[in-house]
């Protein structure tokens, strides 16, 4: 019966905690599809570890300044700027500086953008890597 139930939890239940230890953890995205595993390569668990996922494990499953400073998918866009974090001060259970246009940290084909606006007010010129 215990291994039944185990069958009907929602994909990625087991890593909601690790959502909640991000800021925005819950509303990333990657090509406009939901992804709750941010840590994998697929958007469900059991996929493997993508780039930001090893990095978020190496920083003890938390969000730290160095892990915040970090481009884990070399984009050009910190994990900061990418969580919506993008002066680093996101404290557990407080709201993000930006809660719009969040994309992956784990992905470099998802990018922030300014669509529908937001994003443009917290991007400073040390948040892109330009070279």
Same mark, same amino acid.
């Given at each position: 019966m215990g291994l039944l139930a185990l069958c009907f939890l929602p994909s990625g239940a087991g890593? &909601?905690?690790?959502?909640?230890?991000?800021?925005? #953890?819950?509303?990333?995205? !990657?090509? %406009?599809?939901? *992804?709750?595993?941010?840590?994998?390569?697929?958007? &469900?668990?059991?996929?493997?570890?993508?780039?930001? #996922?090893?990095?978020?494990? !190496?920083? %003890?499953?938390? *969000?730290t300044v160095a892990l915040c400073e970090a481009d884990s998918d070399g984009d050009g866009y910190s994990n900061g700027m990418e969580l919506g974090d993008p002066n680093c001060t996101w404290i557990f259970g407080q709201a993000p500086a930006r809660s719009v246009n969040i994309s992956h940290p784990g992905f470099a084909d998802s990018l922030p953008s300014d669509e529908g606006g937001g994003f443009a007010a917290s991007t400073s010129s040390s948040s892109r890597c330009d070279g």
């Open positions: 890593h &909601s905690r690790y959502q909640e230890r991000i800021p925005n #953890g819950r509303q990333v995205q !990657r090509s %406009g599809v939901y *992804w709750p595993a941010v840590g994998h390569k697929s958007s &469900s668990i059991g996929s493997g570890e993508n780039e930001f #996922g090893y990095a978020f494990k !190496r920083a %003890g499953y938390s *969000w």
